[in-house]
């Protein structure tokens, strides 16, 4: 089912209001990182860096949620098992953190499928690089079904870590922890829509030090037709709108959870059809950069587009536009599964995307599958140069993933396979790693 042929860079050279792809001679070996793997979008981070190492964070086929290490420099590669219960869905995959007291924290939860959450601590050995030892498994009670987890740590508060799911209403909710993942406090609804089936989609990225930043729509796409999205940052004990300006206090957020529309309007869903959110980095000024889809077919989920917005600091606005072709929906009846597309946060004006069209034109490719492209903007995405990575006429590459601090020249890690639906999936984990 898979292929591990090198594969050549060769494409026509289009233009057009949006983008350009252009020739090019380049050879790219696709490497198996893990043989077994698959994850969603909604849990972060699910793959960083440890010197040398790789840990990559999935779900496999057993429904076990694990770490696999991959060694950069031998290829070496070892596998942890984390969850001590087995359920098959891409949900589950743990969210991955390396804290500042050098451990890694791995945190994880069943898709609505219980009142708990999990997580458990990985100590490094020292000169082995592949070596951790995982602490026995915690088991924390809540309120409602939890989904999801993102893990930040930020060291103005003296290395407070966040964790931010979906659990109290199936709203995004928040826990904090000041023992490095050891206790938690109880659980905070963050942002409220709607009733408790509602749902706010949310991505999260935090730069480490005093800042955490939120994309969000008011629903799930399939709920709700003009699905806006939206940003919001937290910082110095306030939740605060893109120009900086108080929404309120993170402890009154208690007692008044914020509504979508408090935050900054990034993308209004009326206009080029509903959104969902995919990725959130930082520049090198520390203002946000977002990438998002749209449905431009709304509720059919046949004609996906894939968006890109930079936060004007100067200006304070946002400036978003369509960015490149994403193609058709992964499967019924989760219409507005795109093939996934991630910025690279080494370099913004870098992003990778998997779609089963051609990105400029959205004419369907000649191999009936889901390839990974690169696509590169020199003003602020305005325009962009798109260059193919795969070929593949057996299998599907999905939902790229480019891990911080990767210190390579080009870094971006997939599934790979048949992947049927969020419970039904053969995939393997491959990359393409070159300094």
């Given at each position: 089912?898979?292929?591990?042929?090198?594969?050549?860079?060769?494409?026509?050279?289009?233009?057009?209001?949006?983008?350009?792809?252009?020739?090019?001679?380049?050879?790219?070996?696709?490497?198996?990182?893990?043989?077994?793997?698959?994850?969603?979008?909604?849990?972060?981070?699910?793959?960083?860096?440890?010197?040398?190492?790789?840990?990559?964070?999935?779900?496999?086929?057993?429904?076990?949620?694990?770490?696999?290490?991959?060694?950069?420099?031998?290829?070496?590669?070892?596998?942890?098992?984390?969850?001590?219960?087995?359920?098959?869905?891409?949900?589950?995959?743990?969210?991955?953190?390396?804290?500042?007291?050098?451990?890694?924290?791995?945190?994880?939860?069943?898709?609505?499928?219980?009142?708990?959450?999990?997580?458990?601590?990985?100590?490094?050995?020292?000169?082995?690089?592949?070596?951790?030892?995982?602490?026995?498994?915690?088991?924390?009670?809540?309120?409602?079904?939890?989904?999801?987890?993102?893990?930040?740590?930020?060291?103005?508060?003296?290395?407070?870590?966040?964790?931010?799911?979906?659990?109290?209403?199936?709203?995004?909710?928040?826990?904090?922890?000041?023992?490095?993942?050891?206790?938690?406090?109880?659980?905070?609804?963050?942002?409220?829509?709607?009733?408790?089936?509602?749902?706010?989609?949310?991505?999260?990225?935090?730069?480490?030090?005093?800042?955490?930043?939120?994309?969000?729509?008011?629903?799930?796409?399939?709920?709700?037709?003009?699905?806006?999205?939206?940003?919001?940052?937290?910082?110095?004990?306030?939740?605060?709108?893109?120009?900086?300006?108080?929404?309120?206090?993170?402890?009154?957020?208690?007692?008044?959870?914020?509504q979508p529309k408090e935050g900054t309007m990034i993308?209004?869903?009326?206009?080029?059809?509903?959104?969902?959110?995919?990725d959130l980095e930082y520049d090198k000024h520390d203002?946000?950069?977002?990438?998002?889809?749209?449905?431009?077919?709304?509720?059919?989920?046949?004609?996906?587009?894939?968006?890109?917005?930079?936060?004007?600091?100067?200006?304070?606005?946002?400036?978003?536009?369509?960015?490149?072709?994403?193609?058709?929906?992964?499967?019924?009846?989760?219409?507005?599964?795109?093939?996934?597309?991630?910025?690279?946060?080494?370099?913004?004006?870098?992003?990778?995307?998997?779609?089963?069209?051609?990105?400029?034109?959205?004419?369907?490719?000649?191999?009936?599958?889901?390839?990974?492209?690169?696509?590169?903007?020199?003003?602020?995405?305005?325009?962009?140069?798109?260059?193919?990575?795969?070929?593949?006429?057996?299998?599907?590459?999905?939902?790229?993933?480019?891990?911080?601090?990767?210190?390579?020249?080009?870094?971006?890690?997939?599934?790979?396979?048949?992947?049927?639906?969020?419970?039904?999936?053969?995939?393997?984990?491959?990359?393409?790693?070159?300094?």
């Open positions: 089912m898979f292929s591990n042929k090198l594969m050549t860079i060769a494409g026509l050279s289009l233009c057009c209001l949006l983008c350009s792809c252009s020739m090019a001679e380049k050879t790219y070996a696709v490497k198996q990182l893990a043989p077994d793997g698959v994850w969603t979008w909604f849990n972060d981070e699910r793959i960083i860096v440890d010197g040398d190492v790789l840990l990559i964070g999935s779900i496999d086929s057993r429904g076990v949620s694990r770490v696999d290490c991959y060694d950069l420099k031998t290829g070496g590669r070892k596998a942890y098992p984390l969850s001590s219960w087995q359920s098959a869905d891409d949900h589950n995959n743990p969210a991955l953190l390396k804290m500042s007291n050098g451990n890694i924290l791995a945190c994880y939860a069943q898709h609505t499928r219980e009142k708990k959450w999990y997580c458990r601590i990985g100590q490094p050995d020292p000169g082995q690089p592949l070596s951790y030892n995982w602490f026995d498994e915690q088991t924390m009670d809540l309120p409602a079904d939890a989904t999801y987890n993102n893990l930040f740590e930020l060291s103005d508060e003296n290395g407070r870590i966040y964790n931010f799911m979906r659990c109290i209403g199936w709203n995004p909710t928040v826990l904090i922890s000041d023992t490095f993942g050891k206790t938690w406090n109880p659980p905070v609804e963050l942002i409220r829509s709607g009733d408790n089936r509602t749902r706010p989609y949310v991505k999260y990225s935090g730069n480490g030090k005093d800042r955490i930043d939120l994309i969000y729509t008011d629903a799930h796409p399939r709920q709700a037709p003009t699905n806006n999205v939206y940003h919001l940052y937290y910082q110095k004990g306030n939740l605060r709108r893109s120009d900086g300006s108080v929404i309120r206090s993170l402890e009154d957020v208690q007692d008044k959870p914020v993308y209004t869903g009326s206009e080029d059809g509903r959104g969902w959110v995919w203002d946000p950069v977002v990438a998002f889809i749209n449905s431009a077919d709304h509720e059919v989920g046949n004609d996906l587009r894939y968006r890109y917005g930079r936060w004007d600091a100067d200006k304070k606005q946002w400036h978003q536009q369509q960015i490149a072709f994403a193609g058709t929906n992964i499967y019924v009846p989760e219409n507005h599964y795109a093939g996934g597309i991630a910025i690279d946060p080494e370099d913004v004006n870098i992003v990778y995307i998997s779609c089963d069209v051609d990105p400029v034109s959205g004419e369907a490719n000649d191999t009936g599958h889901y390839q990974i492209y690169q696509g590169r903007t020199k003003n602020r995405g305005k325009t962009w140069e798109w260059k193919q990575l795969t070929f593949d006429t057996d299998t599907d590459n999905l939902r790229p993933v480019v891990p911080r601090h990767h210190d390579r020249k080009i870094c971006v890690i997939w599934f790979q396979g048949e992947y049927k639906t969020y419970t039904d999936y053969k995939t393997r984990i491959v990359g393409i790693i070159e300094r």
